[in-house]
């Protein structure tokens, strides 16, 4: 259990917060695909932490990006600069590397959370990807930010019309990579709706796909099974 300082903050439209967070010990260890357990409140009532995927972490420090959904996260979004955020981690699997490449990178919505930093990763050092990423609202485009400068192939829809950008579900942007490039592997992680799509879709049958679920939460640390999910 650790306490993580807020050294930075940002809004980022009514839904999404930001928080770069310095805490070594996380730091040092987290890998792409690990999150932490977050203590929302300063009492137990919300008696659950609540999990937040690591968004990028390098020296002493740590990221968080999150939507406000409700209780937790909304308590934790009131947290500001100097505050202390009591967290436990890095927790959960990261993504394995089997490969070089070329990778293709799936995110939908909040997805964009680990899979921002494995791309992080494979930028470091020198591995090929193209990243894909879609948004359901024209608002959540603004997470683009996070993406801007980058040295990346990057490939941006949303369901809603918005400007420079394909007009569409992300699978749809995937599928079209899938078809003009050649990969070794896919990288995803979003909603369920978005990953259940995917694993239906013949086109991409034929690649192996490590894919990061979200789900209810109790322990983080593999006691409790509340997280376990149905393979078929
Ligand atoms: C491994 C993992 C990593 C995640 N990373 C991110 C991230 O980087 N950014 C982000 O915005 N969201 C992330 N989430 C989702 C985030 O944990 C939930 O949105 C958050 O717990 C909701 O808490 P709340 O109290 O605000 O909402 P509540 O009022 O409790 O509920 C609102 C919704 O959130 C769901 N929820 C509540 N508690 C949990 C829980 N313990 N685990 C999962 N879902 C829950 C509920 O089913 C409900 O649909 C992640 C979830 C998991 C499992
Ligand atoms: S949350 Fe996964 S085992 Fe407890």
Redesign the pocket.
Known sequence: MSKARIVEKKELGKD?IYFVLREPGIASLASPGQ?VMVR?GGSWD?L????????WAEGEHFA?????????????GNLNCGDFVDVIGP??NSFSRRDNGPFLIIAGG?GL??LYFLAHSFSRVKLPFVFCVGFKFREELQLLRFLEGKNWKIFVACEEEGEKVFCGTVLDVARLCLRQGSFSRIYACGPHEFLRSMAMDNEFKNLPVEA???????C?CGLCLS?AIKKR
């Open positions: 999404y999150f929302v919300p659950l932490r609540r999990p937040l995927g690591i968004f968080l990006l999150f939507k406000v959904v409700g209780r937790g996260t909304s308590a934790l927790l959960g909040r959370v680990p990061s679920f979200e789900a209810l939460m109790g983080g997280c």
